[in-house]
């Protein structure tokens, strides 16, 4: 009871932030993209897990999954 709400006197003070170039973020996202198209993930261990690439063939050092290249 009787208890008042402050009122923020200083509006304004520190907005000052939605102004930078936000370029970076987007770089990252695309360097990822890149990333995870050309990095085969493995169906066993799931996300986070990868295949090794070889020459013809990715495989899971960890559940040893194998996956064969096609050949076009
Ligand atoms: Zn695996």
Redesign the pocket.
């Known amino acids: 009871m009787g208890k008042k709400k402050k009122v923020r006197a200083r509006e304004g003070g520190k907005k000052a932030r939605a102004k930078r170039p936000g370029s970076k973020k987007y770089k990252m996202y695309s360097i990822e993209d890149n990333k995870l198209a050309k990095k085969r993930v493995?169906?066993?261990?799931g996300q986070g897990?990868f295949?090794a690439e070889h020459k013809d063939r990715w495989s899971?050092?960890?559940?040893?999954?194998t996956e064969f290249k096609k050949k076009n």
């Open positions: 493995c169906p066993r261990c897990v295949l899971c050092g960890k559940c040893g999954y």
